[in-house]
Every structure is written in C-alpha cells, then in structure tokens.
Nanobody, 129 residues
Framework: DVQLQASGGGLVQAGGSLRLSCKYS????????IGWFRQAPGKEREGVSF????????NCADSLYGRVTISNDDAKNTVYLQMNTLKPEDTAVYYC??????????????????????WGRGTQVTVSS
C-alpha cells in the first residue's frame, strides 16, 4: 500500500520559514497527485497545495499564494512544502495525502480531502507572534 510520512513541523516565530517533507512509497503507478492539507483547532480540514506527477502542475490556496512552494524530489521520494513568511493563522496540523490520476492534463487538481485516498499522519506547525 501507499505510505506517506509527513515531518518537519515545529515551533516558529511569525515571519519565519519551515520546510515540511512528505516521504512516500508504495505507488504502483507513477501517475499520482500529492496534496498538503491543514487543520486548525475547531476548523475543517482545508487544502494547502497540490502537485501532479504527470506534468508538474501545481495549485495553491489563495490564502497562501506567494508564501508556499510545493515540489517533488523523485530521487528522494519526497514532496516538500516550503512555507515562508509564516503567520499565526498558519498554525495547524499539516497532512500530506495522495491519489492516483488517469488524467494527463488537469488545470485544477483535486483540492478536497474526500478526493484523496492515502493519508499520512499530521505534523504540527505552530507559529508564534
């Protein structure tokens, strides 16, 4: 089965940066989408950023546009989420998830939790003022 391991969370001051990692394994196909989600206390889980292995297409939530970069390092079997200029409202548990895709070109990648089949454990990100 597909395995996902999220790591890299921690405590950071507002304005600081973190790079989260999602190490993956067990894909039976190289056509997949990996997404980052986050869930703050008392809030619904929301999509953060997504990347397709098919053509490299990426999407990012408007609230994080310009502050996050998602990338896939095939050699390390790891998807990264670089987050800069962090704000207290970024505090949440961050999860990575995956799904297979048969679509060669997809402008908007799946962005909802129910659209993903495989999940890793979350990593806590806390941003202090």
């Amino acid at each position: 089965d597909v395995q996902l391991q999220a790591s890299g969370g921690g405590l950071v001051q507002a304005g600081g940066s973190l790079r989260l990692s999602c190490k993956y394994s067990g894909f039976s196909s190289d056509e997949y989408i990996i997404g980052w989600f986050r869930q703050a206390p008392g809030k619904e889980r929301e999509g953060v950023s997504f990347i397709s292995s098919v053509d490299g297409t990426t999407n990012c939530a408007d609230s994080l546009y310009g502050r996050v970069t998602i990338s896939n390092d095939d050699a390390k079997n790891t998807v990264y989420l670089q987050m800069n200029t962090l704000k207290p409202e970024d505090t949440a548990v961050y999860y990575c998830a995956a799904r297979y895709t048969t679509v060669q070109r997809l402008r908007t990648l799946p962005q909802h939790p129910y659209e993903y089949d495989f999940w890793g454990r979350g990593t806590q990100v806390t941003v202090s003022s």
